[in-house]
């Protein structure tokens, strides 16, 4: 009997652990989604996100008027959709974020990234701490500037908080020996 409750420890461990390694959902454009249509201001968009590594990104768009494209920073600023490091055409197409840096996409549709239907995702590293970020001075003469971060937790941010909590729990019960 020993033998199977140490396996449903280690089964209880393994998956909590596996849990905290996903990372949070993000629609673009949230109830909008990816779209020409409307006022979606997608650099604000992105702006009240903080996004890690393992994170997903969801494009949700009509497929017959919208595509997805990720370009480069100069393919990105110039809205050209020419030759695309990759391209997405399902109409609900899934990003995870594999590395650390800005992720430039665009809609490769004519007219539709001078629209404004782009968006640069800056994949940050995760940490612990609530993700409020502080503004830093553009240059050392601006250190007057400086301002306290937000105390409000970005709600993506504080789920994977929340499966690292829940992480240690069976961690804990191991320790005492449940």
Not at 25 to 40: E, N, R
Not at 117 to 126: A, C, H, L, R, Y
Request: proline share 6%; hydrophobic share 40%.
């Amino acid at each position: 009997m020993a033998f199977f409750g140490k396996n449903v420890v280690a089964f209880l461990l393994m998956t909590t652990l596996f849990g905290v390694s996903l990372g949070a959902v993000y629609k673009v454009g949230d109830s909008a989604g990816w779209t020409a249509m409307g006022s979606v201001d997608y650099k604000k968009w992105a702006s009240t996100k903080n996004f890690h590594v393992g994170d997903e990104i969801l494009f949700n768009y009509n497929d017959q008027f919208h595509s997805v494209k990720e370009v480069t920073h100069q393919d990105f600023r110039s809205c050209n959709a020419a030759s695309p490091m990759a391209a997405y055409t399902t109409g609900s197409d899934s990003i995870t974020l594999k590395n650390l840096g800005h992720h430039y996409f665009l809609c490769g549709f004519p007219g539709h990234c001078e629209a404004g239907q782009k968006v640069d995702i800056m994949g940050t590293p995760v940490s612990l701490r609530p993700s409020a970020s502080p503004n830093y001075p553009s240059s050392p003469s601006a250190s007057s500037q400086l301002t306290a971060p937000s105390p409000a937790l970005n709600t993506a941010s504080s789920l994977q908080f929340n499966k690292l909590l829940w992480a240690f729990v069976p961690l804990a019960l191991l320790a005492i020996g449940f």
